[in-house]
């Protein structure tokens, strides 16, 4: 059974930082892509960035493109979401997903495991 573990949300004030992390068991982790979403109150879930299985090829959304950098650790099975420069805008719960291949998408239905959620608040 695949589990994806997500922590190091909280609360921030704007212009502050938080890490992210997502544990994966449960699937080989190293052969596929990985990506960070997240939803906000009344919004529908939104990409935010994704990582191919090698960690080389990475995108993010326009919305965080030079404050967020998506990264991963195949040997601890950990993807991370190093998020700068906060503005309240990025407040939303935040979600990692694993791919059904190794090359990354923007497409939620491209995803077939989805960790709970962390949350993530940003005051001005």
């Known amino acids: 059974q695949v589990q994806l573990v997500e922590s190091g949300g909280g609360l921030v004030q704007a212009g502050g930082s938080l890490r992210l992390s997502c544990v994966v068991s449960?699937?080989?982790?190293?052969?596929?892509?990985m990506a960070w979403f997240r939803q906000a109150p009344g919004k529908e879930r939104e990409f935010v960035a994704h990582?191919?299985?090698?960690?080389?090829?990475?995108a993010y959304a326009d919305s965080v493109k030079g404050r967020f950098t998506i990264s991963r650790d195949n040997a601890k099975n950990t993807v991370f979401l190093q998020m700068n420069s906060l503005k309240p805008e990025d407040t939303a719960v935040y979600y990692c997903?694993?791919?059904?291949?190794?090359?990354?998408?923007?497409?939620?239905?491209?995803?077939?495991?989805w960790g709970q959620g962390t949350q993530v608040t940003v005051s001005s």
């Open positions: 997903a694993v791919a059904r291949g190794p090359y990354g998408s923007s497409a939620p239905t491209d995803f077939d495991s």
């Open positions: 990582i191919g299985w090698s960690g080389g090829r990475t």
């Open positions: 449960g699937r080989a982790f190293r052969n596929a892509a």
